[in-house]
């Protein structure tokens, strides 16, 4: 996830929690109003392509590629796992934010 798609993330969840603390909403600083499963999709599919990017330039290498340097299919394979692992822990914590609102007395 870019750092302008968690920015409106906090946003969305900021003006939500405003709106059940009775609070008055204040409007964040150059949030727009954005679809959520969007930019969730938008960050599985962009790791996806790390992660076939990664594959391929492996593959590469594996079959005798002289241009693909073993440290560059390193790097790249270890950028797509991070990419992914961050992204299951932002999963993990966004459910539990789910789940305790959803158990939240009003």
């Known amino acids: 996830m870019s750092s302008m798609q968690i920015q409106q993330v906090l946003a969305e969840m900021r003006s939500l929690q405003a709106r059940v603390s009775g ?30 990017q990664a594959n391929a330039m492996a593959d590469a290498y594996e079959s005798g590629d002289k241009s693909i340097d073993l440290t560059k299919v390193m790097l790249e394979t ?29």
């Open 78 to 106: 270890q950028k797509a796992g991070l990419a992914f692992r961050a992204m299951n822990e932002v999963r993990s914590k966004l459910t539990d934010a789910y789940t305790q609102v959803m158990n939240m007395s009003v």
């Open 23 to 52: 609070a008055p909403e204040a409007p964040a600083a150059g949030a727009q109003p954005s679809d959520f499963a969007n930019l969730m999709k938008s960050a599985v599919d962009q790791i996806a392509t790390m992660q076939n």
